[in-house]
Nanobody, 116 residues
Framework: QVQLVESGGGLVQAGGSLRLSCAAS????????MGWYRQAPGKQRELVAA???????TYADSVKGRFTISRDNAKNMLYLQMNSLKPEDTAVYYC??????????WGQGTQVTVSS
């Protein structure tokens, strides 16, 4: 089992920055593939960024150059640095983990609201 707790969401003006954090427990964090997803009202949940156990990163085209995903295996933490935020980035952001058995775990989500 993996438990995930997100934090760092909030209200920010367009052009501003936020840093999301995800605290993981219950499994060998360094072996897990991790990711950030988001879901806006009336839309499907979508991948924002992912990072493999080996540190390889993937980004949605809409956030490339603005968002940076990172992990600290010593602290069992996942981060998402979000810069140059746009109103269309408004969504609930979720942390996701996939363990070595391919089991999927989700956090409870954190709201990010970007005002124009």
């Amino acid at each position: 089992q993996v438990q995930l707790v997100e934090s760092g969401g909030g209200l920010v003006q367009a052009g501003g920055s936020l840093r999301l954090s995800c605290a993981a427990s219950g499994s060998t964090f360094s072996r897990n593939a991790m990711g950030w997803y988001r879901q806006a009202p009336g839309k499907q949940r979508e991948l924002v960024a992912a990072i493999s156990s080996g540190g390889i990163t993937t980004y949605a085209d809409s956030v490339k150059g603005r968002f940076t995903i990172s992990r600290d295996n010593a602290k069992n933490m996942l981060y998402l640095q979000m810069n140059s935020l746009k109103p269309e980035d408004t969504a609930v952001y979720y942390c996701r983990a996939m363990d070595w058995r391919s089991n999927i775990y989700w956090g409870q989500g954190t709201q990010v609201t970007v005002s124009s």
